[in-house]
């Protein structure tokens, strides 16, 4: 089956603040606007803080828990477009992640399996730097990507990844290290089959990303910028 997933979106300007970075504020399925706790799974309190710590379990969803009985799984069809809009704070206007925070966007998608509380992702979707790195086109313009995906129930994890910090490795003082803002979604996927990935396009979190892997310890102020995407390559 196919569908088509937006990570990026075009949101309406608005002041900076010092503490907030960003969220998943919606998941938008063919128009119809999901918030959190309607397939969004539920976000820590310090829900637009980044994770630094790539051993933290937040680095998996950022969420206040796992536990997915009280999140729906909103149904995509084949032909679907899913749009995750990205926000600075909790309000449905304002900026979407400070301009200094350039890096990646990357989507995973894992497969819920009944009885069985870790995941396998596999991405997705990329975009790092062409010209413009991805976080700057959130910020202006919006992007999309369509990947057939095997029928079933699945988390749809949206990842950006803030470089300002990254030309140390996390842990070298404290403000050292790349920020990770990753929110997770739970859809049900319908159509008909297609493939699986296999072991080497799947990533497991925590424990996949480390400290000084390439694309995570990267200084942005080097030029010409050669920037690569973390993760496994995207199954197709």
């Not at 990753?182 to 859809?187: D, E, F, G, M, Y």
Request: glycine share 10%.
């Amino acid at each position: 089956m196919r569908f088509s997933v937006v990570p990026l979106l075009l949101c309406a300007g608005g002041a900076l603040t010092v503490l907030a970075h960003t969220h998943m504020r919606n998941l938008i399925i063919d128009g119809d606007v999901k918030t959190r706790g309607k397939c969004i799974i539920p976000y820590k309190t310090n829900f637009s803080f980044p994770t630094k710590d790539l051993r933290s379990a937040d680095l998996q969803c950022r969420s206040s828990t796992m536990d997915l009985s009280d999140v729906e799984s909103c149904p995509v069809k084949a032909g679907s477009t899913i749009t995750m809009q990205w926000r600075q704070g909790e309000e449905n206007e304002g900026t979407v992640i400070q301009r200094q925070h350039v890096g990646p966007c990357i989507v995973y998608m894992a497969r819920i399996n009944p009885g069985i509380s870790s995941y396998s992702w596999f991405k997705i979707f990329e975009d790092g730097y062409n010209q413009k790195w991805c976080v700057e086109k959130l910020i202006s313009n919006g992007g999309q990507d369509s990947r057939k995906i095997k029928p079933g129930e699945y988390l749809l994890r949206g990842e950006l990844i803030g470089l300002s910090e990254a030309s140390r490795p996390y842990g070298k003082d404290m403000t050292s290290g790349a920020q990770f803002y990753a929110n997770c979604a739970r859809v049900q996927v319908s159509g008909t089959e297609s493939g699986v990935p296999d072991n080497s396009q799947i990533a497991f979190f925590p424990g996949y990303y480390g400290t000084e892997q390439p694309g995570i310890l990267f200084d942005i102020n080097k030029s010409p910028i050669n920037y690569t995407i973390p993760g496994p390559k995207i199954f197709s």
